[in-house]
């Protein structure tokens, strides 16, 4: 078995040079590693699982002192309600346009407006009362 020169295989130095140099930027650059029993594992995964965030993250927020508050409604729930205020917004939008849009309104449009409207808020607070 041949060994390469340094002259014949150049990449070599370069691929070593580019990995030592890589370092990782982050926000916070020290860590801190413990080990906890299957169980205890469990339990933090659990609590982690409700708030919807990662383990260490749950575990970072709780060595802070971070008050943690469950979540009232579930992430499926929370991503239908945001789907919803997204159409509300958009037909708020529209009402507007039309309105802005409007020179003179006669009393039919103006009704029709209104009902817009009026539908609109009674949308916005069923998913208020859901999330209260």
Known sequence: MELCSPLQAPYV????????NN???RKDN??????????EYLDLERSAKV?????PAFVKKKAQGARIVA??????????MARHLTRLGNNTNQIAKRLNSIEYA????LESIK???????????????QLT
């Open 30 to 39: 020290k860590q801190i590693s413990f080990r906890v029993s299957e169980s």
């Open 106 to 109: 006669n009393q039919e449009e």
């Open 23 to 25: 370092k990782v930027n």
């Open 115 to 129: 009902k817009e409207v009026d539908r609109t808020l009674k949308r916005l607070a069923e998913i208020w009362r």
């Open 13 to 20: 130095d370069t691929l070593v040079a580019s990995k030592s």
């Open 71 to 80: 979540p009232k409604i579930d992430s499926e729930n929370a991503k239908e």
């Open 51 to 55: 708030l919807n965030i990662s383990v």
